[in-house]
């Protein structure tokens, strides 16, 4: 029993140093269960999404932020983590005031204790502003 106490503090004490490394790196971490449901989410991606953590956890991330001419791509993501397979990817999201911003996310399978996979996390980092600077770079280099 100690031993799984043990194990169960560790597992925390990392949860919470990589949690907070991420924070301090202004990405947004994102827990989520095998039907999509926010379970966690960090202060930077409450910042960045502009909803409250309330209203947050719960809901379906792909309702809440992606459009539905995107969530194909979402969904095709919720099957590569059931796989068991991580990946990156850029998706264009609209966050609570109603604008269109471009992330990009780093997604892995989240297990639990004994393995089996629970649902996924993902790092959120909005590349919006790189975006439109390459867009305008480019159009300026045509002109």
Known sequence: MTLKKNYKESLEAERTKYSNIIA???????????YDKIIFAN???V???GFSIIELIGQKATDLLVSKKNDHIIKDKIQLRKA????SYEIQVKIK???ERN???SAAPNRNLNGKIK???GIHFDI?????????????SIN
Request: glycine share 6%; aromatic share 10%.
């Open 43 to 45: 202060q930077a991606f």
């Open 47 to 49: 910042d960045m999404s």
């Open 97 to 99: 005031n109603g604008e």
């Open 24 to 34: 301090n790196m202004q990405m947004g971490l994102v827990e989520v269960d095998n």
């Open 128 to 140: 919006t502003e790189q975006k439109n600077w390459k867009r305008k770079r480019k159009n300026y």
């Open 84 to 87: 068991n397979i991580s990946d």
């Open 119 to 121: 649902g996924s996390v």
């Open 103 to 105: 992330w990009l996310i």
